[in-house]
């Protein structure tokens, strides 16, 4: 059966609370990231429960949209390039290696996916990506072109470097750490093309190997208009307005279960440890 068939765009859209056009231009386009950022936390509750996300229409339809749930990458960008489709836009896959946090010579799996957008008047396909659950994700898609973007607050640019393997021309997506007061890289990646089925593979390894860290520890993220807020670990985190972090260590598990439930909006299964 068609992904059409099973994938309702006026369920979706009343969920984002996007009420403004439907045409596959520029102002949906970022209209519609926008609001799925703002409605979908970020969260792998099902990989710490031991359960593999179902990247299946009906299911994100049913846990999502209907089920007052987040998701992490796979769930989040899968069902925006739905929605997305339906909308008119030509959507494929894209993969990424996440390098926040690596020291320089050490390398990730390619295993973060996005999406690549193009629309018929602009001259540059774009970025997009409501999954990659940090401080330094995208509210708003960006040019795939080299250059600094601005949008819904939040500073990012897309800089070419050198691959690491492949004739393929690397990018990287940098944002703006006001901590810092200096671009930090998030993710790179090419414009490789992936299908769905390798977004299925990476979902499983993600999900169910014990060196992904997903299974292991607590990554939630929330942003609403007024802040964005995380969970790592056994560390809960703030976006300020001015655009600081503030963070305090947890050590209780009830506190951090308290956390999840009233900041986040989720349910918490109960064979679930958030601090590990």
Known sequence: MPDSDWFDLDAYLSRTGWAGG?????????GVHRAHALAFPFENLDPLAG?????APA???????HGGRGGYCYEQNTLLRLALRALG??????AGRVVYGTSEGNSRPRTHMMLRVTLPDEPEPYLADVGYGTFGSLLEPVPLAEGEYEGAGRRHRLVRTAPQEGP?????????DGDAGDWSAQYAFTLE???EIDFEAFNWYIATSPRSPFVSRAFLH???PERSISLMGGTFMELGADGRVSQRALTDESEAREIVVTE??????EKVHLLG
């Open 22 to 30: 439907r045409e596959p231009d520029l102002a949906t386009l970022r």
């Open 51 to 55: 359960e593999v996300p179902s990247l």
């Open 59 to 65: 299911d994100l339809m049913a846990k999502m949209v």
């Open 89 to 94: 836009f030509e959507v494929t896959g894209l």
């Open 168 to 176: 393929l021309d690397q990018w990287t997506l940098q944002a703006w």
């Open 193 to 195: 093309f992936f299908a």
């Open 222 to 224: 929330r942003t609403t």
């Open 264 to 269: 986040f909006g989720l349910p918490v299964p």
